[in-house]
């Protein structure tokens, strides 16, 4: 049940961009995303839901394409405040507000 | 705002001993979470509750207990610890197509 996120880790330059997928296998009613950073809780980036509907936040976008079951997290100019572990919590729509979270990505950026 | 408020931060328990993980939130959200946090892994869902009284198994139930009498509380039971619950445990909040408050996370050790 769990969705498939790829990369596991990213390393960047600061000003690089990245991108992060998730993949589920089942229907999904929306995608949530969210960053946490090393010993802190997760934090609440965006919201997906269906119809393709692209969101954005600062330089953060995301996608979700709920035919192929699959959203992308878009980074652009990353920052350094941007390194942290990245994960996506489909949402089934039926299962009355649960989430099941990926593994995460481990994206660092340097200077 | 306080959000989602978790007691203890940290704790360390010896094998076969019980405990209580506190959890309680003051947004007046109907939807509540626990998981835990193994280290590099995502979050696995442990128990969740729609409503007081309503309390229903996640993916990771045993060995763990809940009960939610009051919208704002839903407290975790660990009944005769094992060192596999050594774990950092996250509560969350949330109403429907929201996204998930999240505490600051209890970080446990069973020695």
């Known amino acids: 049940q769990q969705p498939v996120q790829s990369p596991q880790a990213v390393i960047l330059r600061e000003g690089e961009d990245a991108v992060i997928n998730c993949s589920s296998s089942?229907?999904?009613?929306?995608v949530h995303w969210y960053r946490q950073k090393h010993g802190e809780a997760p934090v609440f980036l965006m919201i997906l839901l269906k119809g393709g509907e692209q969101k954005g936040h600062d330089k953060i976008s995301a996608s979700f394409n709920e035919k192929k079951q699959q959203s992308s997290l878009y980074l652009t100019a990353s920052q350094l405040s941007y390194s942290g572990t990245y994960f996506c919590?489909?949402?089934?729509?039926?299962?009355?507000?649960?989430?099941?979270f990926g593994r995460g990505t481990q994206l660092t950026v340097w200077p | 705002n306080a959000g989602v408020t978790q007691t203890p931060k940290f704790r360390i328990l010896k094998i076969g001993q019980s405990m209580t993980l506190q959890c309680t939130q003051d947004m007046n959200h109907n939807y509540m979470y626990w998981y835990r946090q193994d280290p590099g892994m995502g979050l696995k869902l442990i128990y969740y509750?729609?409503?007081?009284?309503?309390?229903d198994k996640g993916e990771v139930p045993n060995g763990y207990n809940v009960s939610r009498s009051t919208t704002e509380d839903f407290p975790l039971r660990l009944e005769l610890a094992a060192p596999s619950q050594t774990s950092v445990y996250f509560c969350a909040s949330t109403d429907r197509n929201q996204p998930q408050h999240f505490g600051d996370g209890t970080r446990l050790s069973i020695l």
């Open positions: 089942k229907a999904l009613y929306s």
């Open positions: 509750s729609v409503g007081a009284g309503i309390t």
């Open positions: 919590g489909p949402h089934r729509g039926s299962t009355l507000g649960r989430l099941y």
